[in-house]
Nanobody, 123 residues
Framework: QVQLVESGGGLVQAGGSLRLSCAAS????????MGWHRQTPGKQRELVAV???????NYADSVKGRFTISRDNAKNTVYLQMNSLKPEDTAVYYC?????????????????WGQGTQVTVSS
């Protein structure tokens, strides 16, 4: 199993910045995609950003140009640098990790989620 520990959330004024970190531990071999989702009350959880093992990235349109996802494979850690924060960015942010392992003759993917960290952006 994989455990994800998130940090970096908090309260920030609009226009400010936060840097979220998520460190994976446990059975971390085979980590492939790493990313971030967010959720606000009454809304579906949405993808914010994802980074592949090959460092390709994908962002939600709402955060492009403001957020940057990165990873440190040696530390099994994924980061989300959030700049120019807006009140609408307020949400619980969840670290997500996809693990790919070969079991028998077949690859199998497992998805893990962090506990979430609150980001609140005030006007």
């Amino acid at each position: 199993q994989v455990q994800l520990v998130e940090s970096g959330g908090g309260l920030v004024q609009a226009g400010g910045s936060l840097r979220l970190s998520c460190a994976a531990s446990g059975s971390t071999f085979g980590i492939n995609h790493m990313g971030w989702h967010r959720q606000t009350p009454g809304k579906q959880r949405e993808l914010v950003a994802v980074i592949t093992n090959g460092a390709s990235t994908n962002y939600a349109d709402s955060v492009k140009g403001r957020f940057t996802i990165s990873r440190d494979n040696a530390k099994n850690t994924v980061y989300l640098q959030m700049n120019s924060l807006k009140p609408e960015d307020t949400a619980v942010y969840y670290c997500t990790v996809r693990v790919l392992r070969i079991e028998g003759s077949f690859p199998r993917s497992y998805d893990y989620w962090g506990q979430g960290t609150q980001v609140t952006v005030s006007s």
